[in-house]
């Protein structure tokens, strides 16, 4: 991979003479661009949830090598990570290269997923890189980066019920439970899209996971991406159809709304990463189908 390194210094300094030269032009928006003060204060403050592998999941620190082989605690957030444990992944790879190509430290923010945009209006961290999928309603209150990487939606269901569940339409059939995460995008695809099953919402720190493994629930909605995973972690488990998902979406980056020039530079950071292959060497290291 070619160094970007020196590119991204000639945005960031670019950035900041505009800055210097018309202090006026990020008028809806009087405070100092994060871009401005993440260089100022030498931190990168970085909202993660801990809790979706491969993107960003707590494994003991003696796992840590093993990379997407290794076993994401079930339930695990980043909240209750123990000192004996770790943060990794896709996303937190992604967020120590934009940490480095700043020239700051990067701090990783825990955050639940039903107060994931609260704690960016909050100013509770500068960015969130945890997997998140791009939609309107979150747009409503926070800026989304460029997409960086395409996902879709499968069911995750006991491998004993591989049979009975080979589509979403299997699944969303009377008596059938289906959890998810209070306030997560497949929570809003299940209340968008399945009419007869019964949905079951569930909060931090229970899991959905768990719901399946214990017999609470017939199936969870997640991504292709982590459904796989899962699958891999759990051999009782089973990923229905994840090569072909039945609703596609993208990841981006959340930021705060009134500061373009933290938007552009993100944005920016994007685009030359995808051109020297950073984000595809991600995807060769954290995902496998």
């Known amino acids: 991979m070619r160094n970007v390194i020196g590119k991204i210094g000639v945005v960031l300094l670019a950035s900041l003479f505009v800055l210097t030269l018309f202090p006026g032009m990020s008028w809806a928006h009087p405070?100092?661009?994060?871009?401005?003060?993440?260089?100022?204060?030498?931190v990168l403050r970085v909202g993660?949830?801990?809790?979706?592998?491969?993107?960003?999941?707590?494994?003991?620190?003696?796992?840590?090598?093993?990379g997407r082989l290794a076993v994401a605690k079930t339930g695990s957030r980043l909240a209750a990570k123990k000192e004996d444990e770790v943060l990794i992944g896709f996303d937190v790879d992604a967020a120590k290269k934009l940490a480095e190509d700043l020239g700051v430290k990067v701090e990783f923010v825990p955050f639940e997923w039903r107060n994931l945009i609260a704690g960016l209006v909050a100013?509770?961290?500068?960015?969130?890189?945890?997997?998140?999928?791009?939609?309107l309603e979150r747009a409503k209150s926070v800026h989304f980066s460029d997409p960086y990487i395409l996902i879709g939606s499968s069911p995750l269901v006991r491998k004993e019920d591989a049979k009975r569940f080979r589509s979403w339409q299997?699944?969303?059939?009377?008596?059938?439970?289906?959890v998810v995460t209070l306030g997560t995008s497949n929570?809003?695809?299940?209340?968008k899209r399945f009419k007869h099953a019964t949905i079951k919402r569930i909060t931090a720190p229970?899991?959905?996971?768990?719901?399946?493994l214990a017999g609470r629930a017939d199936a969870t909605i997640t991504d292709n991406i982590a459904a796989v995973m899962q699958a891999q972690d759990h051999p009782e488990l089973y990923a229905v159809n994840p090569r072909h998902p039945f609703e596609k979406d993208y990841f981006g980056y959340p930021v705060q709304q009134g500061d373009p020039d933290w938007l552009q530079f993100v944005n920016t950071w994007i685009r030359l990463n995808k051109q020297d292959g950073f984000f595809e060497e991600l995807e060769q290291k954290w995902i496998a189908w």
Request: hydrophobic share 35%; charged share 30%.
């Open 31 to 42: 405070e100092k661009s994060h871009l401005v003060r993440i260089l100022e204060r030498g």
């Open 48 to 66: 993660s949830s801990g809790d979706y592998k491969p993107f960003s999941f707590i494994v003991p620190k003696t796992e840590a090598e093993k």
């Open 123 to 135: 100013d509770k961290y500068d960015i969130a890189m945890s997997g998140i999928t791009i939609r």
């Open 170 to 178: 299997d699944v969303d059939r009377p008596g059938v439970v289906v």
């Open 187 to 191: 929570d809003q695809i299940v209340t």
């Open 206 to 212: 229970a899991s959905t996971v768990a719901e399946l």
